[in-house]
């Protein structure tokens, strides 16, 4: 990816120009909000990108209908209910969320675009559902982007927010975003749900194509347990209220703004894995030297995703044979013999053998927040990063824990 | 697989006619037995299954070269050191050990097979392996294959013998086995290792056609942890003791055969399962009605190897859309309207939605050593059984803790 420059700022989905948000505790997970809405004053150019889970849940379909014409208005979500394996009336009560926000705000339909995240294979309550949306749409405002991110999460810690400012063809344009991570609240299924939106003024094609390559680097590359869900989705609204030149061609402006769209993505989901449940520190592995960046994925996101080098991060090991055992068995192709691997900034394998190392060096460095391995294949040039967490007591204790 | 008439009978890699073994102390790990040996009185036929991980330790490595001849007389192996990622000394080592083991029972080193389990990136203490092969060479006999089986395991928890007999031709042949599972001594990698011994005749063609046919049924259809070792081997010898009628073709000697051996790989590969690291239970996952037999085999490996599934296994929780969401990214095509999922005998989902179902009858057969889910994908007529444990709390202490 170019470098871009851009700035961080403070705030979420409401930092950019010409949006509103709201979240309400609506009662479908006790007396947490739970229904989250976020509107566009005008217009906006509208890009998603899905689970590959074959098992979708109702709204996801419903979504990946409504944003087919690239355009939208709304999002509406709810927490504490994936609304995922509950037969016909999961699309029924998908577009009824929506058909409910459309009449609120004055919209068609199918410009509002619908979300859920929670417990599998039990019927909304539609009950609770509906008015959590007429109170939300009641009290969108500029301020609401922080009372959104609160009404996504399940079992994260802590709300996923962030916003980043680039300058397009002379102007400031914003990116705001918020993201919910892996989680359940009763033990159930982790949802990943992520809703960006932007002032930028950039083509529905040109966005979709900027979301789809920042996904690959940033949400793709994160793990923490291997399943993927049914309800996972990114979407973003652009809504051109910044007056920038209208992107419509992959110029400079483009470039710009899809490397603070990465940015901004990369942001997010490092915050997630970092919330994984029950994590105690990130882990981040860096490959450097494959054959091609494909490789150096595959190789990232399986070491990541080992539960054997997740454990070992719990436990401050720096066992760097599960970590080429993990490369090995990634479906890249490297030779095993030309592998270096470093934890932090201590190498401890050279040219695929053990090197001799200061356990009190790797136990310094494997004791932060966050943990760093890098693996040089020297194979060539393609490099990747992934992003899981340690796999821990509270892992199991908050999985395994019985659902009443 | 057709059904093969076969009687399971007790012992293990010494049942077979004419194969002795010794399992014995060397010192590679503390106290326990750490050296075993498996002696073919005759040339026996060969056939071997090797881990796919890129990563191949150098005895995987010398193996594969030792038995493309299609014939050998002796398995050496130890436990405690998995002889991997150590540069070029591992081949040494690992020649050494076939070369010491040939000239002590008069074999060519390429008739001598050779294996190693445990820490990775360690060199291995040659000058303790070395007198236990010797050691090893003395005490052969007849009743040795408890020790030897004693003597490949790391963290296993008991030691994984089985022993059928089939009657071929009107010949009552023998197939014995010996097995370790996933663990380690130092908390390093899994490793699986399968030793397995017959008095049938059979040429070496048709000797690897069964195994591997038994092998992608059986141990290809277990996870503990989902990653795949760097030293993970099956080895048959065949050494025609019984004097049936050498196999030569796919008759129906062949087919009995080719079922008895894979009943054996099913005993040691459920046993292998069942004591899984930190495991307090087995976790079986029937496929029914894929559209193949390979869709089967994807959906019944995915859901054992979730961890979100595990983890509900452990929690005796009747957790069936972890289920369905890990049959949906399994890789496998079906319609998920058409799913029906049973917990033990309990229908908890039809037609992909959930039922009402009792949750004391589910916690009454989640309670038990053997969890069955079985999914009826309504597709077709493909079935494949996986097998896989619960993921506990010691599960991350035995791979958390402190390598020292």
């Known amino acids: 990816m170019a470098q871009t420059a851009f700035d961080e700022i403070t705030g ?35 890009a998603g990108v899905f689970t590959t889970n074959i098992v979708k849940a109702a709204p996801v379909l419903l979504t990946m209908q409504h944003i087919k014409g690239g355009k939208a208005r709304a999002v509406v979500a709810n927490s504490g209910n994936a ?38 294979g039990q019927p909304l309550p539609m009950d609770r559902v509906l008015p959590g949306i007429r109170r939300a ?37 914003t990116i705001g ?12 299924m982790a949802t990943m749900l992520c809703f960006i ?18 996904v690959e680097r940033t949400f793709n590359m994160i793990t923490v347990d291997g399943d993927t869900s049914t309800n996972d989705m990114v979407l973003v609204l652009a809504n051109g209220a910044a007056g920038n030149p209208v992107i419509d061609s992959e110029n400079a402006d483009y470039a710009a703004f899809a490397g603070a769209l990465e940015a901004l993505c990369r ?33 990232a996101r399986a070491v990541a995703a080992s539960s054997l080098v997740k454990a070992a991060v719990f436990g401050k090991d720096a066992n760097w044979g599960r970590v080429i055992c993990a490369a090995g068995y990634s479906g890249a192709s490297f030779n095993p013999d030309k592998v270096d ?6 190498q401890v394998a050279e040219k695929g053998g053990g090197l001799p190392f200061s356990e009190e060096e790797a136990t310094r460095v494997l004791s932060g927040d966050r943990v760093v391995f890098t693996i040089d294949l020297h194979d060539g040039d393609g490099d990747a990063t992934a992003w899981g967490c340690d796999l821990t007591y509270d892992y199991v204790r908050i999985n395994g824990s019985y659902r009443t």
Request: hydrophobic share 45%; charged share 20%.
């Open 137 to 173: 749409a009641a009290e969108l405002s500029r301020e609401g982007g922080g009372d959104a991110a609160l009404a996504i999460m399940t079992t994260d810690t802590v709300a996923k927010e962030a916003a980043v400012t680039v300058s397009l063809g002379g102007v400031n344009v």
């Open 341 to 346: 691997i470093y934890v932090g900034d201590v």
């Open 12 to 46: 979420g989905v409401t930092a950019p120009q010409g949006f509103t948000a709201a979240g309400v505790v609506a009662g479908i997970k006790y007396d947490r909000k739970d229904v989250a809405l976020v509107y566009s004053e005008r217009e906006a150019s509208a």
């Open 197 to 214: 939106t932007t002032d930028a003024a950039i083509e529905p094609a040109w966005l979709q194509k900027a979301l789809a390559a920042a």
């Open 267 to 299: 942001k997010l989901a490092v915050a997630i894995a970092a919330d994984g449940e029950g994590a105690t520190r990130l882990l981040e592995v860096r490959v450097l030297g494959a054959s091609t960046e494909r490789d150096a994925r595959l190789v």
């Open 83 to 120: 609304n995922a394996c509950v037969g016909p009336r999961g699309m029924e009560d998908a577009r009824t969320m929506a058909a409910e926000t459309a009449g609120l705000l004055g919209l068609p339909p199918g410009q509002v675009l619908v979300a859920s995240t929670g417990v599998i």
């Open 177 to 188: 975003g918020m993201a919910k991570g892996s989680g359940m609240i009763h033990p159930n």
